[in-house]
């Protein structure tokens, strides 16, 4: 008789057909596994679809922790089902992560508007209905910047939109024209009406959404710094040059195609200050501006930017173009450990 494993159980979730189980080899579930099973945990897929809630809610009842890997958007569904069942699974003493609301409160783009005044901010502004949207956005056109519309809730470049008046014009009309380039993959850059185009945000406000606006950073084609934490550590980076938002080449009507992502671990010299000023600067800022203390930060994420102006002294700045904390994947190899490490010293916490 072999005795029964003490070790406490933690999910990794994500989407999968279950009738099909688990695909092996699994770029995310088997690195996680090992390095788990390093620190004592014993981990466990746990596959979703909307059309299981039930069973996979006994499934996660029998565990210690859940961190979770589900996009915003995934092949037309969203996580509402899904989020109903965290808040159940959290509230009956699973620890999840990230729980969903953590997720309204730092992983929406709201978060860029409520943390504006922060020193990775930028000129933000919140639509929070259809009506402030029709009566801000012209004005906010009409100062001459081409801006970028994000919807509060989306991955992947879907609901991202760079805006820009054809003519200069400091009181555009319902009829003036606008260029507008989506920033999903291979989207064609748009001439149409001011008001074709705030008619194509009206399924933004769905529920409770809404609509973040920024300014179009000068520097958004010198490449975007992704800075992956496990809780408020930097335990890696990743470096892309962004091309979603960039002008079409001559003769295209598409931007080009972005380059491969570049991981690198947190020692990474060229990023050091970004990581000394994240760390001990916006983090804790963040965390106090929105109520999230230590506990409840998610145990993997990440935040976007981009390259700010220079300053005085001629060093980088930066400002923040996202925060994902519901599928943070892929990520550094050089995470995985602090990650592993971070869960298991959190259940002993607990006495889970």
Known sequence: MTSRDA???????????RRAGLPG???LYDPLARAFEVHGLAPAPVLYDDEAVEEIREELLRLAAVLVWVDPISQGRDRTRLDELLHEVAARGVWVSTHP??????????VLYRTRTLGWGTDTRLYRSLAELEEELPRTLGEGRPRVLKQNRGNGGLG??????VRPDPKPAWDSPVLVQHAQRGSAREEMSLGDFVG?????????????DQPL??????GMVRCYLVHGRVAGFGHQRVTALMDPPPGESAPPLPEPRLYFGPAKPEFQALKAQLESEWVPEMQALLAIDGDRLPALWDAD??????????LDSYVLCEINVSSVFPF????REPLARAVAARLRGSGR
Request: hydrophobic letters at 45%.
């Open 25 to 27: 080899p699994n770029a």
């Open 332 to 335: 550094p190899d050089e995470a």
């Open 200 to 212: 194509r945000c009206a399924s933004f406000y769905a529920g409770s959404g809404r609509i973040v």
């Open 217 to 222: 950073v000068p520097r958004h084609a010198d």
């Open 7 to 17: 070790r406490p159980r933690v999910g990794i979730l994500f989407r999968g057909d």
């Open 160 to 165: 991202v939109f760079r805006v820009e008046l």
């Open 101 to 110: 609301d953590v997720i309204l409160a730092m992983g929406t783009k709201e």
């Open 305 to 314: 930017f981009l390259l700010g102006p220079k300053t005085v002294a001629g």
